[in-house]
C-alpha cells in the first residue's frame, strides 16, 4: 500500500518512528505539554494518531481535536463548546450539560462537563492548531490550554 496524502494509517507497515515520537512520548508520560511544529506533510497527524492509540493502551482518556474541521463562523463561546462536543464525543460522553453565563466562556467548566468523573490521566492532543484563525480568539483559547494544564498539575488527582 502507498500513501499520498493524509496521514498514513495507524495500521500500516510504511510509517517510520522518528526521534520526536519519542521525545513527545516521554514528554507527556511525565505531565508536560508538547508542541510540535512543522511544515505541512511532514507526519504530524500521523504521529498523533499513534500517540493517541499509545496513550489508550498505557491508560489514559485521549481526545484528538482536529481544528481544521472547525466551523467556518465562530465566537469564542461557540469554539468552547465546538471543542467540548469534540471531546465528549471522543471520550464517549453521549450528553452533558452545557455551562451557561459566563462559565460559558471558561474552557475550564466545558471540560468539567464533559471529561468522565475519576479520569485522572487525561490527554487532549490538538490537531492543526492554526484552525483557529482569528488571532484574539486564538490567543484566549491557548491562554486558556496553558491555565487548564498548570491547573490541573497543581491539583492532584
Known sequence: MTVVAGPV???SDLYIEREFDKKVWGSLTRGESVVLLGPRQHGKTSSLLRLRL??????FTVA?????????????????????????????????????????????KWFGCVIPDGHSRIAFLI???????????????????????AAAKSSPG
Request: negative net charge; proline residues 4%.
Open 9 to 11: 494509517p495507524v495500521d
Open 127 to 149: 490537531d492543526e492548531a492554526s484552525g483557529i484563525s482569528d488571532e484574539s480568539i486564538r490567543n484566549a483559547f491557548y491562554a486558556q490550554i496553558r491555565a487548564f494544564n
Open 54 to 59: 499509545r496513550l489508550k493502551e498505557a491508560g
Open 64 to 108: 484528538l481535536i482536529d481544528l481544521q474541521k472547525l466551523p467556518a463562523s465562530y465566537t469564542f463561546r461557540i469554539l468552547l463548546e465546538w471543542v467540548a462536543n469534540e471531546v465528549a464525543s471522543e471520550v464517549g460522553v453521549t450528553s452533558f450539560v452545557k455551562p451557561q453565563g459566563l462559565d460559558a466562556e471558561s474552557l475550564h
